[in-house]
């Protein structure tokens, strides 16, 4: 019998996980969101952001449509997946369907998504980076930065939290992060915590989650828990389609989906 890759040899401890999650291929693989009206804002992301509609799935016996967009090939590029989800309603026993629904509450953790392009998008602020925000037809903003060319236009993703540098700790040991750069506003109380204050925002119910590719779905299991993370889907095959996957919270409640890499590939094929 042959087992599944991870389930004989997923004993890991502080001396050797962190070494695995370095070796471990992993890949931000497209960040998930629900939206009001599909065809609508797949055409605001074509023509007004200059996005590729990547591919389309209709599932309408599980209630609801899904479509990918990005710059690039899945393969390789960083996408969004769009979500239109039909709504049940279970009354006197009769089962009740309205296929969508025409807005979300985005709440006020999410911030923005990041894209960088090449014309300058807007004036320069104290010498700061070049930047506007836009909003697709949901309420999504989208922060445009001017940037040389990009191999991956789609730069960011820009959530809310409450610990900061609890948060910095989490994705550096759980998921393997560096560190890239950090700065303060010390004049924006948006993001200020004052001692020990820990701020939590609403996240609403519009942005879903991120997720990662990674080669071990089990193992990636393990060293969420072992780095204090909480598991709300235990690593296995989906139904179906058989793609391994699992998925966690960070310490602020942000759901991330890891994604077999061998599965997601044949998902495209």
């Not at 952001?49 to 710059?71: C, H, Q, T, V, W």
């Not at 953790?109 to 010498?127: L, M, R």
């Not at 879903?208 to 204090?228: M, P, S, W």
Request: net charge negative.
């Amino acid at each position: 019998m042959i087992k599944e890759l991870g389930q004989s040899d997923i004993a890991l401890n502080d001396e050797n996980a962190s070494e695995w999650i370095k070796k471990d291929k992993r890949r931000m693989l497209h960040v998930v969101y629900r939206v009001g009206n599909l065809d609508k804002t797949i055409k605001f992301y074509r023509e007004c952001l200059g996005m590729k509609l990547l591919r389309k799935r209709d599932i309408p016996e599980e209630g609801y449509s899904n479509a990918f967009l990005g710059y690039g090939p899945e393969e390789s590029n960083f996408a969004v997946e769009l979500t239109f989800t039909d709504v049940i309603v279970v009354v006197l026993s009769l089962l009740l369907s309205d296929y969508g629904v025409d807005k979300y509450d985005i709440g006020t953790g999410f911030g923005h998504f990041g894209i960088a392009v090449e014309d300058e998008p807007g004036p320069s602020k104290d010498g700061g980076p070049v930047i506007a925000l836009v909003e697709d037809p949901d309420g999504y903003k989208f922060e445009l930065l001017e940037r040389g060319p990009t191999l991956e236009p789609y730069r960011q993703v820009m959530l809310r939290v409450g610990d900061l540098d609890q948060s910095i700790n989490f994705y550096k040991k759980a998921f393997g992060m560096e560190l890239l750069r950090k700065r303060d506003y010390p004049d924006n109380k948006e993001f200020v915590v004052s001692g020990k204050i820990v701020l939590f925002y609403d996240k609403g119910n519009g942005y879903a989650q991120i997720a990662v590719g990674t080669n071990d779905v089990y193992k990636t299991a393990e060293a969420i828990k072992l780095y204090g993370g909480e598991v709300v889907l235990e690593p296995g095959p989906l139904p179906g389609i058989n793609t391994k996957i699992m998925a966690c919270v960070d310490p602020d409640g942000w759901k991330t989906v890891f994604v077999d890499n061998a599965d997601f590939m044949k998902e495209l094929e």
